[in-house]
């Protein structure tokens, strides 16, 4: 399995926050989530890996081939795009085109056009423009990405996209991602990063958790839910069971926590019910251990 | 496609403006600004049989707007990441390539407006008989030269509020000071090595300025 | 291809029993292509490794083969493995049948008679 990017050690200091090491690979021809909470680190290092923000330390391989995010060549490959303020806001739909051109050479004007049509912003080329401050924060989003679709790129990274934006929003957001990897069967990959990964679970292939800096579990979503369990039970149980799990949390009549695959057949023995979990609950387990273990 | 940006595609990468409709804008504001000016003098000089004091105020409220001008130039385009938009640019295929390019035309405009609106106002000087002579147009044009690679200097400063303060004192001082250039009659030998010493420096504290904005604050 | 999301089985095990049954009942010949991974996915509004996993279990199974850089394809199926899964779909069906039948309170002849009337209706 080939991989768009593998970062090894990057490190980033600043003056009340480090980031890494942070070792983590992004498989390619597939949708990565990067999940943790505010703080946790996820746009430092998305960032970082675009070229927007230096690194203290460590390096990134990029398309098994490219180290360098200062080459032209490697920055017209990837199309990033940040959550907010990602253009200036007195800018139009033409004053974006006309950047946009200018600042890679796979912007196609044509396909922008559509995609303003497709999420009914308007026309770059009407005489009349729309300010970007004057439109909604999900329209302000749709705008900024329907820029970075219009490069034919092999790395889309979207730093928080989904957090502007309502469940049916998300969920288009969700089609968008798949049309992208279709487009170039195999060859297109896609990161984003996200603290709440509920809307986007069934787009999700390769999961990576942050929390404090650093990478905590990264895997294939599939391997994940078999490596981890979902374990509910009755209070009766709670005692014996609370040591074979990972995160716990129980009350006066039930118990439900994350454990192990590995613990799951003593767990079942203890009258539990043990299944797979979601990504959604994962994630809260991780991180929740994580937060318990700072 | 393997192009490059010019110096005016980088600024219309970044500002959505040309160099061309840059200079026209600041010009034609400054020239406006300093017709008005001359005009109202002229009328009160007139009034009042003082005609030869009106070139030193002319000179020395044009003298100081186009500071301000300048300043607003050259720092109303430093787009630091923190500003929207900042992310955007430093993603671009260029990166600090484009945004070094982007600064330069600014400059380039900035020389731009100064030759431009000195070149008017010598031409406004003899339109309107305000009494100044050649050679004080030659040493304000040296001075504000300095001014150019002075800000440039300030910039670098880390302390804005000790940038400012050092801005300001810059604009009393000339206005102070400016006076006595409206009172030279003829350009000394030392005059045009000032002036060649000026214009050595615009290009070199641009430099020095860029290089310092990469390692301290471009990526950081 | 009805997926089920919301139950515990896994979506591409789902997929995989789809796609099993159409080929040991020869809807999916061998050397016919299966949906490309993604374009899958695309359609069925999930994620690509879902329908990954999906065809590597069939791979697994030697029920389809990868061709790198031109997706799966289905293999040739065994005729007499066909047959076999045939047989013990008649089986169970017939299981059924005879289920019905004691409760209809029918008889082994009627049930003869019934499955004679019916073999030589055109179906």
Request: hydrophobic share 45%.
């Amino acid at each position: 399995m080939k991989n768009v990017i593998e970062i090894k050690g990057i490190t980033k200091h600043y003056k009340d926050f480090t980031l890494g090491g942070v070792d983590a690979v992004i498989p390619c021809g597939f949708t990565t989530a990067l999940i943790g909470v505010n703080g946790a680190g996820k746009t430092t290092l998305i960032d970082i890996l675009c070229g927007v923000t230096g690194k203290s330390g460590g390096e990134a391989l990029y398309f098994g081939e490219m180290r360098d995010i200062d080459d032209p060549a490697l920055r017209d490959r990837i199309g990033y795009c940040s959550s907010m303020n990602f253009f200036p806001p007195n800018w139009t739909l033409k004053t974006i085109a006309d950047s946009m051109e200018l600042g890679f050479d796979n912007f196609d004007r044509a396909r922008f056009t559509e995609l303003c049509r497709r999420f009914k912003l308007g026309d770059p080329a009407d005489k009349k423009q729309k300010n970007l401050a004057k439109l909604s924060d999900g329209n302000r989003m749709r705008t900024y990405l329907a820029a970075v679709l219009s490069r034919d790129t092999e790395l889309l990274v979207l730093d928080e996209p989904a957090s502007s934006l309502d469940p049916l929003a998300r969920d288009m957001l969700c089609d968008l991602f798949r049309e992208y990897l279709a487009e170039r069967d195999g060859e297109r990959s896609v990161l984003f990063s996200t603290h709440n990964i509920s809307d986007m679970e069934n787009v999700t292939d390769y999961a990576v958790f942050m929390s404090h800096g650093k990478v905590i579990a990264q895997g294939f979503v599939e391997d994940l839910k078999q490596s981890y369990q979902l374990v509910h039970g009755d209070a009766a149980q709670a005692a014996k069971a609370k040591p074979l799990m990972m995160t716990f949390s129980g009350n006066a009549t039930s118990f439900e926590g994350i454990a192990l695959a590995a613990q799951a057949d003593k767990l079942r023995a203890l009258d539990t019910a043990v299944e797979a979990p979601t990504l959604q609950q994962l994630s809260v387990g991780l991180l929740r251990k994580a937060e318990q273990d700072e | 496609m393997n192009k490059t940006l010019t110096l005016s595609q980088a600024v219309k990468l970044y500002t959505g403006s040309s160099i061309g409709r840059l200079t026209v804008k600041f010009t034609g504001l400054l020239f406006a600004q300093t017709c008005l000016t001359t005009l109202i003098f002229a009328v009160i000089g007139w009034a009042e049989g003082k005609t030869d004091r009106i070139s030193d105020f002319v000179s020395l409220i044009f003298l100081v707007s186009l500071m301000l001008a300048h300043m607003f130039l050259l720092g109303g385009h430093l787009f630091p990441r923190s500003v929207p938009g900042g992310k955007f640019f430093r993603s671009t295929k260029e990166g600090f390539a484009g945004y070094q390019k982007m600064r330069t035309g600014v400059l380039l405009v900035s020389i731009l407006i100064l030759v431009l609106s000195f070149g008017g106002m010598y031409l406004l000087n003899m339109a309107v008989p305000i009494g100044t002579n050649a050679a004080a147009y030659v040493i304000l044009l040296i001075v504000s030269l300095y001014m150019i690679s002075f800000l440039n200097f300030l910039q670098m400063l880390p302390n804005e509020g000790l940038a400012n303060i050092l801005r300001i004192t810059a604009l009393t001082l000339t206005g102070i000071f400016s006076a006595g250039l409206f009172t030279v009659q003829r350009v000394e030998w030392w005059h045009w090595l000032a002036g060649a010493v000026a214009l050595l420096l615009v290009p070199l504290s641009h430099l020095i300025l860029l290089r310092h904005y990469r390692k301290y604050f471009w990526n950081t | 291809m009805k997926i089920y999301q919301n139950t515990n089985e896994p979506i591409y095990k789902q997929i995989a029993a789809q796609f099993r049954e159409q080929i040991l009942t020869g809807q999916l010949q061998g050397g016919d292509p299966l949906p490309s991974i993604r374009a899958l996915a695309q359609d069925l509004r999930i994620s690509v490794i879902t329908t990954m996993k999906a065809y590597e279990e069939l791979s697994a199974e030697g029920l389809v083969t990868a061709t790198k850089g031109k997706g799966y394809f289905v293999n040739a199926q065994d005729a007499q493995l066909l047959a076999e899964q045939h047989m013990r779909q008649l089986e169970e069906h017939l299981t059924d049948a005879i289920y019905s039948a004691r409760i209809a309170g029918m008889g082994l002849d009627e049930v003869q008679q019934t499955l004679a009337a019916l073999w030589d209706m055109d179906i």
